[in-house]
């Protein structure tokens, strides 16, 4: 075999041969590393906007294609006066904290975790200003810009509100106040700041960009699309007052802006580019699209590309809940001002992974670029795969936003469906290459299962995977019947996709036995046959009126109009809304203070969904006492027994771990690994993929 289908084909090779070899598995390590080096991009730049001739060339008599046209507009270059982009995609500021430490310079995964987005082919990286006051911070912020460089990308850095005087407001109103929906603004502590002082803030934002210039950055991102930033507050009518060149028209409200650009040109040159973040559109009394439109004219010549998101932090942060795979929230601003010829670039942010469709949307002219951030989160090879035309190959983002969260709460801040986020930079010395191809037996067909068997088998092992029943997917089957759990439909069927791309040799409606195990002599079984739903002693729970909560799904037109929901939470909460959402008048009796407990930022979004349901109601602080046909009994927060009508009942007060199962299976093989559910931690994919992946690589 030689060198190039040893590096390029890998791993089709290993599953055909089954190949056992040491030193042939060694060069599957080498192949990660060496394979990128293969690509070959050919363009020739004419004009702003120019498509890029990917020939693919044949690496060797392999016929393995190094680089491919499946998307030749989103992978087009794009110049922007005498700057040339690698492509149409911009990673915009999102750092998980889970890579920074206390640190006040960038940490090793911090400038790991941009290296490897510039490397996954974003054309231009942006990144959290730091504290540039120290000499050694602004040695480890040079790093982060050469490495971008070293990959062809663009170092952008977000000034945002870098130097912003506290205390001062542009005008004297300065944000919604969410608590009290009655009054739209409040008056906050502060007063307008002077001419001379916005002068001065426009200098020292210019001498910030000129600090990160002098290190090699090759941009600046200025926010405007947030109500605690000045110069956000200046675009809006509702919150600009002003009477004097600041305030007023909208040609004054868009001066502080041009005036600001114009003076980082002036301190970093023409070539220094600038690109600002404007929400699409404002509230009532805000802002239109109309207006952004007459914005991004003003601004030709100042803003280099505009971004567009979401006005609030429910429309910016799309989850299944409040956004649809093929209609970003976004994507309509940049399609507006693209209508209205401004000479701008476009760029919507949130939501945008899949490449298919955003090649349709340039392609189409709906706009320039696209911003994208969890999309290079979620998949360490996003961008080799765009190259190589695989787009059904990105492993999709469940839109858990917990890649936003805090690394004070638990399970936070860690990507669900990327194990190895925050281990890029030492997951060398953490895995070893595997000495030789094994028999591995995976038992379970869930998140976890599937996970584990595409990391065997992508490390050379040879896999079968049990599945009892007759399908793949495990719990995440549920995603079929909910319409707002479209992210976990397509990562549930990604998962499928891959364990077939893989070679992994499926058994459904099997069961896996400690004999049959022993039987075929594997070297390794990862047990990953999940939990089942816990059933409380509660009289009446045995009707036939009742369901638990795993086995209600596609049960829609066999319970009665009224359903009460014994059980709240996260998924007590889920299921109810997807009965309301198919008709049945749902009242969910939850124990706790809170229908659904703290999991991950942006919570409003599900909460929004739900209190804005008709038939879905709920009681908290209810403990259910007994169920009958009819009726379900409850003791509320004052001790009171009350009662609700129900035609049926659903269940759901948690999930006991399969372990009991799984220890039946000791000494069945050499090693025995227990992951997902089965484990006694609370289930998530999440947590699925992480012990999916720490027990599979060390097979």
């Not at 363009?43 to 190094?66: D, P, Y």
């Not at 540039?132 to 945002?160: C, M, P, S, W």
């Not at 319970?559 to 889920?574: A, D, P, R, S």
Request: charge should be positive; include cysteine.
């Amino acid at each position: 075999m030689n060198l190039i289908k040893s590096l390029l084909g890998r791993r089709q090779f290993l599953i055909a041969a089954g190949a056992a070899s040491a030193s042939a598995l060694a060069f599957k390590k080498i192949s990660r590393i060496v394979a990128p080096g293969f690509q070959t991009n050919g363009a020739t730049v004419s004009g702003s906007f120019t498509s890029i001739a990917m020939a693919g060339e044949k690496a060797g008599t392999s016929g393995v294609k190094a680089t491919t046209n499946k998307y030749p507009h989103l992978l087009s270059p794009l110049k922007i006066g005498n700057v040339v982009l690698k492509n149409r995609i911009l990673y915009t500021k999102a750092l998980p904290h889970y890579l920074q430490g206390p640190e006040t310079f960038p940490a090793d995964a911090t400038i790991s975790h941009y290296a490897n987005v510039a490397k996954n082919s974003a054309a231009v990286v942006t990144v959290a200003r730091v504290n540039l006051d120290e000499r050694g911070v602004q040695n480890y912020v040079a790093q982060i810009a050469d490495a971008i460089h070293f990959y062809g990308a663009k170092a952008d850095v977000a000034l945002t509100q870098s130097a912003e005087p506290r205390g001062y407001n542009i005008s004297d109103i300065a944000a919604p106040d969410r608590s009290a929906p009655s009054e739209r603004y409040r008056i906050m502590e502060g007063k307008e700041m002077p001419v001379d002082m916005i002068q001065k803030m426009i200098e020292d934002f210019a001498v910030s960009a000129k600090s990160y210039k002098d290190l090699g950055f090759d941009m600046a991102c200025l926010y405007m699309s947030y109500r605690s930033s000045i110069f956000a507050n200046s675009l809006s009518p509702a919150m600009n007052k002003r009477k004097d060149q600041y305030g007023g028209s909208l040609e004054n409200r868009a001066r502080l802006t041009i005036e600001l650009c114009q003076a980082i040109k002036k301190a970093c040159g023409q070539d220094f580019l600038i690109d600002c973040q404007i929400s699409g559109e404002e509230e009532p009394g805000g802002y239109t699209l109309e207006d952004v439109v007459k914005y991004a004219k003003l601004w030709e010549g100042s803003v280099d590309i505009l971004q567009f998101r979401g006005w609030d932090g429910v429309s910016s942060h799309p989850m299944g809940y409040n956004s649809d795979k093929e209609k970003p929230l976004t994507l309509r601003y940049a399609e507006a001002v693209k209508k209205s010829g401004a000479k701008i670039i476009t760029m919507p942010v949130g939501g945008f992974q899949y490449p298919d469709l955003i090649e349709d949307w340039i392609a189409s002219g709906k706009t320039d670029m696209v911003g994208m951030a969890r999309s290079f989160i979620c998949d360490p090879e996003y961008g080799k795969k765009m190259y190589e035309g695989r787009g059904e190959d990105v492993v999709p983002c469940i839109r858990c936003n917990k890649c936003h969260g805090n690394s004070h709460a638990p399970n936070l801040d860690v990507c669900s469906v990327n194990p190895k986020l925050g281990l890029a930079h030492k997951i060398n010395r953490m895995i070893d290459v595997p000495t030789a191809s094994r028999k591995v037996a995976v038992i379970g067909g869930g998140p976890a299962g599937m996970r584990a068997a595409i990391i065997a088998a992508e490390r050379g092992h040879r896999v079968t995977l049990y599945e009892k029943s007759g399908s793949l997917g495990g719990l995440l089957r549920h995603s079929d019947f909910f319409s707002f759990q479209w992210p976990l439909k397509e990562y549930k069927d990604y998962l499928i996709r891959q364990v077939n791309k893989t070679g992994v040799e499926v058994l459904l409606n099997t069961e896996a036995t400690p004999d049959r195990i022993r039987a075929n002599g594997y070297d390794a079984v990862l047990f990953a046959v999940g939990a089942e739903p816990i059933i409380p002693k509660i009289p009446g729970a045995d009707g036939g009126n009742v369901y638990n909560v795993a086995n209600v799904y596609g049960k829609e037109k066999t319970l009665g109009k009224n359903v009460v929901f014994v059980g709240g939470g996260l998924i007590g909460t889920q299921t109810g809304m997807y009965l309301a959402e198919n008709g049945h008048k749902v009242t969910v009796l939850a124990s706790g203070k809170q229908l659904i407990e703290y999991e991950g930022p942006h919570q409003g979004i599900p909460t929004d969904t739900y209190q804005n349901m008709n038939n879905f109601s709920y009681i908290l602080e209810a403990t259910t006492t007994r169920i009958s046909e009819g009726k379900v009994f409850y003791m509320d927060a004052t001790g009171a027994e009350k009662s609700v009508q129900a035609d049926s009942v659903v269940i759901y007060a948690g999930f006991s771990p399969r372990q009991d199962e799984a220890m039946k299976f000791s000494g069945s093989a050499g090693r025995l690994s227990i992951i997902g559910a089965c484990t006694g931690e609370d289930s998530n994919v999440q947590m699925c993929n992480r012990t999916a992946f720490g027990a599979a690589s060390q097979v």
